[in-house]
């Protein structure tokens, strides 16, 4: 059974950052990708990068690009997605969703999702 | 940017019933399709990839079809665990999510 498993509940200042972690096996650290996902309150699924762990490539959705960062820790087989500048409408869920990137495209396991809440 | 449009955004139909789910590419992406089924309070689950195959542990009653632009998901009877919003997502250039379709159980 695959698992990925996120950080807890996060309350941010607007203007702040956020650093979200998700936490695999060390078979899905070097096998697969591991992208982001949010869902604001009221809207639908949202991409907004990912990162082939063993090969340290990166991929950013536009709207993200020069705000978000996506890195790894291979000692603990931890993704982080650091995402700057957070605004209001950064309140979301965030998920992190693995992808198996040497087969078809697609996010095969979600992580458990961590709640983001930006606010005054 | 690849852009995903769904129709409907939401419907009802009765347990039994056959929906069909319609997704939409703005340019050729082959069949570089995804079926997602998200419920409230969990992450989502992948149904159908591929455009057409359907992944392992997902029950029969799903079924995706579809080339070039256009896409269909398919729940064959309606069951009350169906209830959940419906995303497609394009796996050709990066990825791009539709913006959903509820299923609503009358």
């Known amino acids: 059974q695959v698992q990925l498993v996120q950080s807890e509940t996060e309350v941010k200042k607007p203007g702040s950052s956020l650093k979200v972690s998700c936490k695999t096996s060390g078979d899905t650290f070097s096998s697969f990708g591991l992208n982001w996902v949010r869902q604001a309150p009221g809207q639908g699924l949202e991409w907004l990068g990912g990162?082939?762990?063993?090969?340290?490539?990166?991929n950013y959705a536009q709207k993200f690009q020069g705000r978000i960062t996506i890195t790894t820790d291979e000692s603990t087989n931890t993704v982080f997605m650091e995402l700057r500048s957070l605004r209001s409408e950064d309140t979301a869920f965030y998920y992190c969703a693995r992808e198996e990137f040497n087969s078809w495209p697609r996010f095969d396991s979600w992580g458990q999702g961590t709640l983001v809440t930006v606010s005054s | 940017d690849i852009q995903m449009t769904q129709s409907p955004s939401s419907l009802s139909a009765s347990v039994g019933d056959r929906v069909t789910i319609t997704c939409r590419a703005s340019q050729n992406i082959v069949n570089y399709v995804n079926w997602y089924q998200h419920k409230p309070g969990t992450a989502p689950r992948l149904l159908i990839y591929?455009?057409?195959t359907l992944q392992s542990g997902v029950p029969s009653r799903f079924s995706g079809s579809g080339s070039g632009t256009d896409f269909t998901l398919t729940i064959s009877s309606l069951q009350p665990e169906d209830l959940a919003t419906y995303y497609c997502?394009?796996?050709?250039?990066?990825?791009?999510f539709g913006p959903g379709t509820t299923v609503d159980i009358k």
């Open positions: 591929a455009a057409s």
């Open positions: 997502q394009q796996s050709y250039n990066t990825f791009t």
């Open positions: 990162i082939i762990p063993v090969f340290g490539t990166t």
